[in-house]
């Protein structure tokens, strides 16, 4: 994209403009990915002070049963099960970009579990499943986008955004499921 805009800005003699609008909208960049590493941040402390207090794996017991279902082949207390919860609770709270280190050491120890190294497990592909289904509840990333642009009430999406997401998952999980089963029935 950016090739093309300076092929066409050179075809239309446009070359001022165009370094007029890279001069200007780098500091708007710059600016916004400072603002989004604060969030980040915050919530990968939180996060970390949770995990070191032991509150991660108390939360996990708390919801051992959904993630006993979700995936079953994971032993209780494997380090897998805490990374699976903080990449989560941190999507939930819509701090995508924290949640991916998790995400990454989750699979890490997801894949101490894989019997078939090159081939991913029904608990890895479930895992990103989820996360693609972009479970959130508070996405203050798009908060904090809306209030950047002028937004009257930026967290007037939060409703919308609790029932797509919930509708989302319900349909990946659901539909993940449906295609474990179908190709366990086929071997």
């Known amino acids: 994209m950016i090739t093309i805009g300076i092929i066409g800005s050179i075809a239309f003699n446009n070359l001022g ?58 032993p209780k207390g494997h380090k897998a099960m805490s990374y699976i919860v903080m990449n989560i609770a941190l999507n939930m709270l819509g701090a995508g970009n924290g949640a991916t280190a998790f995400g990454l050491k989750a699979m890490d120890e997801l894949q101490t579990l894989n019997s078939k190294k090159d081939t991913a497990t029904n608990d890895m592909i479930m895992f990103l499943v989820i996360n693609i289904s972009s479970v959130q509840i508070v996405p203050f990333t798009i908060i904090k986008l809306r209030m950047d642009m002028g937004s009257r009430n930026p967290s007037e999406i939060i409703i919308t955004t609790l029932f797509a997401t919930l509708i989302s998952t319900i349909v990946a999980i659901l539909s993940c499921r449906f295609f474990q089963k179908r190709r366990r029935e086929k071997i």
Do not use: R
């Open 17 to 74: 403009e165009l370094n007029k609008v890279i001069l200007s909208e780098t500091s708007s960049g710059i600016d916004f990915a400072i603002s989004l590493a604060g969030i980040m941040a915050l919530w990968m402390g939180i996060m970390n002070i949770a995990k070191e207090s032991g509150l991660i794996e108390k939360i996990g017991e708390k919801l051992s049963g959904i993630m006993k279902l979700l995936f079953p082949t994971v």
